[in-house]
Each structure stands twice: as C-alpha cells, then as structure tokens.
C-alpha cells in the first residue's frame, strides 16, 4: 500500500506528489523548489527517484533542486534519478533545456534544467519497491505520460478533474490527445486519478462528466 503527499507549488500551483510505500518514496513533477530533507529525515525515508509526467517548466522548476541535494554520497547514502518516458527521447530531453519548448518564456521566466535524464518506454517499470506502469499519453506534449502505482494514476496534464490539457504549445496534437483519452478510457471507472492539477477524482467520474471524455 501507498500514501500519497501534495504539494501545489509554483505560480500556476502544479501538483507534485511524494509517493510513499514503506521506508521508499518517489517524486512526481517537482514544479518548485521543495524541501524534502525534514520530511525524508523525520520518517526515514530513501529516495528512490524523480518521474516527470512532461517536461513543461511548471513540473520541472524544481528538479535540479532534488537532485543536487539528493545526490552526494557523503551526505546521503542514495541518489536521484530523472526519469522521462517517450518514443521521441530526444525532443521530451530538449524540453528540459529549452525555455521556448518548456514555456517558462511564456511566463517570463527562463527555466533550464540541468539535470540528466533517462528515457524510458511504455510499460513496465520496477524502481526499488515500486512497480509502475507506464501509459505513453502524447497531447498535451510529445512525451506526455501516466504513471501507475498500485491503484492510483498519476496522469500530468492529460486528464483533469472536468478538464483536459491544453494542445496548443509546442508538439500538442488533438488526434493525440483523443488517441491518449482513449487509453486512459478503457482503464477501471473506480481507478483514482491524481493530475497535475486541481483536485484528484476517478476514471469513472471523467466518463461520466469530463466533456472530452464523453465525446471520444
């Protein structure tokens, strides 16, 4: 069983969640600086990785900041990853260093992250104790994502609670994005979902109510 921490962060309030399962946790979409020490200390927890849903500067701002701090050896005894997934490796990794492509220049900041990452494809995924499943969701961007964890969703800026993300920045398609709905359509109704913003709700509920959703 997992416990799962949000926290809204930057100017746009994304969501980044802590995903706890034992003494492990992960990190998903850091938008902002996050100071996770006193939290990690207090409950003895080892950080397995950093996943990134997209790589649009609101879940990126902070993900040098992770993986500065969490990546000496003398201090900590473990190290982050940044995992992305997409076919198209090379244009998601661009987004982490372009600030046109990542839209920070949209909000007149120039957001660069330095931090390596590592593509990864559609399907399985283990990391320490977690095994994730990995949705490949292009329509918001190229390399758009959902991750599964047990029986909870994390899925960016693909689907919102009555919404879905926007595809008008750089490489969103709607044929994707229906193609991508589709995907997460045929998932558990009572599947819960955690975007990358506003509040969580359910496979089901989208169905239901999410306009996008409906009229696949």
Same mark, same amino acid.
């Given at each position: ?99 046109? @492509?990542? #839209? ?9 992250? !330095?931090?390596? %990452?590592?593509? +990864?494809?559609?399907? $399985? ?58 995907? @997460?359509? #045929? ?9 990358? !913003?506003?509040? %969580?709700?359910? +496979?089901?509920?989208? $169905? ?9």
């Amino acid at each position: 069983m997992i416990e799962i921490y949000t926290y809204p962060l930057g100017i746009v309030q994304a969501n980044c969640y802590v995903v706890v399962k034992e003494d492990s946790c992960l990190v998903i979409d850091p938008g902002d600086v996050l100071n996770l020490q006193p939290f990690l200390e207090q409950n003895h927890l080892h950080l397995e990785a950093v996943l990134l849903t997209h790589a649009h500067f609101d879940h990126i701002k902070g993900v040098d900041s992770i993986t500065e701090m969490y990546s000496v050896p003398k201090k900590f005894s473990f190290t982050s990853r940044i995992l992305l997934v997409s076919p198209r490796k090379r244009a998601t990794i661009s987004f982490l260093q372009d600030p046109a @492509l990542n #839209a920070s220049l949209s909000f007149y900041e120039t957001i660069v992250c !330095h931090s390596k %990452a590592i593509g +990864i494809q559609e399907g $399985k995924l283990s990391i320490g104790k977690f095994d994730i499943d990995v949705y490949h969701t292009p329509g918001h961007t190229c390399g758009s994502c959902c991750f599964r964890i047990e029986d909870h969703l994390f899925s960016g800026d693909t689907l919102f609670q009555g919404s879905i993300g926007r595809m008008d920045l750089p490489t969103g398609s709607v044929m994707q994005m229906k193609e991508s709905l589709r995907k @997460l359509s #045929a998932l558990e109704d009572d599947l819960p979902v955690y975007p990358g !913003h506003g509040p %969580a709700t359910t +496979i089901g509920f989208e $169905k239901q109510w999410n306009y996008e959703m409906k009229h696949l």
